[in-house]
């Protein structure tokens, strides 16, 4: 899935500004190839509505066409590498960000990954790596980015979850749904906690998209390579006649990032094509 001319100018539309003024830190703002994931799409949706973006990534290469894209939208993007499972890294990065930009407003935790199997034919180093990547990286940024937002007196955060975190999704992973879980509830506990201070925390959930991870990682773990085979399958469980990608992921996390969503704090927004409310 390659972003051409005509679905990137698609995507620029005149916009409301909705993240005027704001600084906002995208953690896995590249992706594995050509298309809409999710931070990617967040990224340029964030820079379209006017906002500074801080993009992370463990290889900065990925994050190329991501800067290519914003700088088309006429927007303002900075990158740096990191391994979000590491403190030290993340402490570096958030340094780096504030040296840029001098704060940050907006907090979106994207980094995430499943690792097929259930317990039985798991190992445990997949576990504890999955944990890691999924749940541990979403601890230690929110450690390092809170007394920023503290200081200020407000911010928002964005953290990525799964539908399959809810419900069996069509594969045993059970490292990724239960990772995913605890995000969600991460979430919860962190909005009552810092409501006080101005800090509004919510979750996104993506369903079954159709992003670049689809067609270079999944397709080869479920569909033997074949992605056609692959998507048809996935939107077969969808009830709305098409499967969304990163950007609509992307139009959830702005409304929850922007002041538009200033009364909404530990809540979800599901984005999934209504595959959640199937009864079958």
Known sequence: MTITAATAADFFQ??????????????????????????????????????QVFGVDRDL????????LIAQAGGVFAAA??????????????AQCIARFGRIDVLVNNVGG????????????????????NLKSVFLTCKHVLPHMLAQGDGAIVNLASTSATRWTGAAQIAYASTKAAVMQFTRVLAVQY???????????PGQ????????RLAGQRAGGDVQAL????????????????RDTAAAALFLASD??????????VVDGGMSVRCD
Not at 84 to 89: D, L, P
Not at 260 to 269: D, K, P, Q, S, W
């Open 81 to 94: 590498p990191c391994d979000v499972t590491q403190a030290a890294s993340i402490e570096a990065m958030v």
């Open 14 to 51: 005149p916009t409301a500004r909705r993240l005027q003024g704001k600084v906002a830190l995208v953690t896995g703002a590249g992706s594995v190839g050509p298309g809409w994931g999710n931070g990617r799409a967040i990224a340029v949706r964030f820079a379209q509505e006017g906002a």
């Open 114 to 133: 499943s690792a097929k199997g259930g317990p039985v034919e798991m190992s445990e180093a997949v576990w504890d790596a999955q944990v890691d990547h």
């Open 195 to 205: 409501a006080g201070q101005g800090i509004r925390v919510n979750t996104v959930v």
């Open 231 to 246: 998507l048809k399958e996935r939107q077969a469980r969808i009830p709305l006649p098409f499967m969304g990608d990163g």
């Open 61 to 68: 290469e990925r994050m190329g066409e991501t800067a290519e």
């Open 209 to 216: 998209l159709h992003t670049p991870m689809v067609e270079t």
């Open 260 to 269: 538009e969503a200033r009364f909404v704090t530990g809540t979800e927004i």
